[in-house]
């Protein structure tokens, strides 16, 4: 069993920054891809972007490609959403999620991720 907790979000300008944190309990991270989804108001939970166990291999979705990085501390058990030059279109409730998988391999599907945390909202708005 992992345990999620999301940290970091809030209300930004457009083109500002915003760092969230994902922190896990319960198991050796390195052996889990986490991956962010997040969910706007009226739409469908959608993937932003994921990271391999080993920290190794990233994904990411088209609309932040060149925005947003994303890294893995296994010693700490934190993974990091760095997001940059954030878009009103960016807002949402941003989710962590993790999967236990090969440690190289990358998870971008919804339906492939066990567990997720309570979310955080980011909001960007003038």
């Known amino acids: 069993q992992v345990q999620l907790q999301e940290f970091g979000g809030g209300l930004v300008q457009p083109g500002g920054s915003l760092r969230l944190s994902c922190g896990a309990s319960?198991?050796?991270?390195?052996?889990?891809?986490v991956g962010w989804f997040r969910q706007a108001p009226g739409k469908e939970r959608e993937f932003v972007a994921a990271?391999?166990?080993?920290?190794?291999?990233?994904s990411f979705a088209d609309s932040v490609k060149g925005r947003f990085t994303i890294s893995k501390d296994n010693t700490n058990n934190m993974v990091y959403l760095q997001m940059n030059s954030l878009k009103p279109e960016d807002t949402a409730i941003y989710y962590c999620?993790?999967?236990?998988?090969?440690?190289?391999?990358?998870?971008?599907?919804?339906?492939?991720?066990?567990?997720w945390g309570q979310g955080t909202q980011v909001t960007v708005s003038s």
């Open positions: 999620s993790a999967t236990q998988v090969f440690r190289h391999a990358v998870v971008t599907g919804f339906h492939e991720y066990h567990y």
């Open positions: 990271i391999s166990g080993s920290g190794a291999f990233t």
């Open positions: 319960g198991r050796t991270f390195g052996d889990y891809a």
